[in-house]
């Protein structure tokens, strides 16, 4: 009986221990997964926290749980359909399904407070791809590294905040990714080689880097392209979880760059700022500006862009209407040769804004746009857009989601480029796996009805993607 008792206040206070601990704060997935914290899942039994992923979350390496490893990654698969491809070039093919698929998987090892080791391993593939270009560098890139660094901490204990000093293989996503993007809608996205230093303390965020391209080779490794010089400093502001302001100065160095008939080594500067939140609970914004300065060559460079979208949530149907307005511009050149005018989009997701067909860059372009998003459906959103496209200036060219010249700048007194609709349908199955269906159409405009083929482009899609 005194055994009995002399063990029972210990079990107590050992159960009233376990119980005052906070409940797992399971984090979101994040396209960069670097960005994830599962620290919290350190002394907890992982088979009782409600997914069997946690296991391979949180593995201690050492008795006193100071080193430790977790692992995850995702499976893409997309089936995608295209007729007039290409706006209908003769004598090319221009309809084909076929699927893509990605797979990544990476390990990130802590050792201490301190010291971190991050990396990410990738297979990008996809069946024939029987349409101009065959399967491109967008497409196919098998096996590669992703994403590969250290990364060494060092707290600020004046300000409870933290620098991050990062060397190695990386991938960037700033902002709406409007100009920075690991360009996620690609199979084989995007990375680059260098260091980063990363500072956090409160509502700011800080990240300067100074790194090297690394271009996709498909069926070799993806080496570092020392032509290419990325650089620059990104800093975020934000007010609560809604409210705050990007500002950024980035640069790019390019040995060889051609724009509307200037060519020669690129070295343009892009200094610009976002402000995004909401007005109340009902409407939201987001508007970027971006100035651009430099030479190619010894010709200056003198270009911008704008973009700005509106959202309001109808208040009968608050949780689930919201219509949106928006506009994009980025400037063009005036005349060929001589100083340039021409925005360089420089590493864009623009999928996500100019259109999902991807015809339209963020280069010589106004582009004005409507829709609305409904959630029907817990976990389910149905998504509507419209596009208006003009070129900014007649003496460009039109340009392509990847900054390539579409039609030649000075063959067409027209501006009008076409209309384009697109429809997606989302379905969030669990918390790791969705379904993605949608629809986009290309209207030809007069620019391109009278500069070379231009036939419509029907573009449908399914995608599945499984994250762990």
């Known amino acids: 009986m005194t055994l009995v008792l002399a063990v029972t ?19 979101a997935y994040h396209f960069l997964r670097q960005n994830e914290n ?31 490893i977790g692992f995850g990654g995702h499976v893409q698969l997309r089936l995608e359909n295209w007729n007039g491809f290409g706006f209908a070039a003769p004598a090319t093919k221009d309809d084909d399904t ?6 990544t998987a990476h390990g990130d090892l802590h050792v201490g407070k301190h010291v971190r080791a991050f990396v990410e391993g990738k297979i990008a593939e996809s069946t024939d791809r029987d349409l101009p270009g065959g399967t491109r560098t967008l497409d196919v890139d098998s096996p590669d590294l992703q994403q590969a660094f250290v990364d060494i901490d060092a707290p600020l204990l004046s300000s409870g905040g933290r620098l991050t000093l990062r060397t190695g293989r990386q991938s960037f996503l700033f902002g709406k ?4 993007s690991p360009l996620p809608w690609a199979n084989t996205l995007r990375t680059w080689d260098g260091l980063s230093a ?49 500002l950024y100065l980035l640069g790019l160095r390019r040995d060889m760059a051609t724009f509307n008939g200037t060519s020669g080594a690129e070295k343009r500067y892009t200094a610009g700022g976002r402000l995004f939140g909401g007005c109340g609970k009902l409407f939201d914004y987001d508007f970027e500006a971006a100035w651009q300065f ?19 949530k109808v208040p009968a149907l608050a949780d689930s209407l919201r219509v949106f307005v928006g506009f994009d511009y980025a400037s063009g050149d005036d005349s060929p040769g001589g100083d340039v005018q021409t925005f360089n989009q420089l590493f864009p997701l623009g999928h996500a804004f100019l259109g999902f067909i991807d015809t339209i860059g963020r280069q010589n372009i106004v582009d004005t746009s409507g829709g609305f998003s409904f959630v029907p459906f817990d976990n389910t959103k149905l998504r509507a857009a419209y596009h208006a496209f003009w070129v900014a200036d007649r003496s460009d060219a039109l340009y392509d989601a990847g900054g390539r010249a579409l039609r030649a700048g000075g063959t067409s007194s027209e501006a009008f480029v076409g209309d384009e609709i697109d429809v997606t349908f989302d379905i969030r199955l669990d918390r790791h796996a969705s379904l993605l269906l949608g629809y986009s159409h290309f209207f030809a405009g007069d620019l391109l009805q009278r500069t070379g083929a231009s036939g419509d482009v029907d573009f449908s899609y399914l995608q599945f993607i499984y994250t762990f």
């Open 98 to 103: 076929f699927l893509l698929w990605r797979a």
């Open 9 to 27: 206040p210990a079990v107590a206070q050992t159960a009233q221990g376990a119980q005052a601990r906070p409940e797992f704060r399971r984090p």
């Open 38 to 68: 599962w620290s919290d899942l350190a002394g907890r039994p992982t088979d009782q926290t409600g997914d069997p992923w946690d296991r391979i979350k949180h593995i201690p390496l050492a008795a006193d749980g100071e080193v430790w």
């Open 198 to 246: 990363i500072l956090e303390a409160g509502s700011v965020n800080v990240h300067a880097f100074a790194t090297h391209f690394a271009p996709v080779r498909k069926r070799t490794f993806n080496e570092t392209d020392y032509g290419t010089d990325f650089f620059g400093v990104y800093a975020t502001h934000k007010y609560d979880a809604r409210c705050g302001y990007d």
């Open 294 to 312: 430099g030479e190619v060559g010894a010709a200056d460079i003198n270009a911008h862009m704008i973009a700005l979208e509106l959202g309001c």
């Open 177 to 180: 990714q409007r100009l920075i």
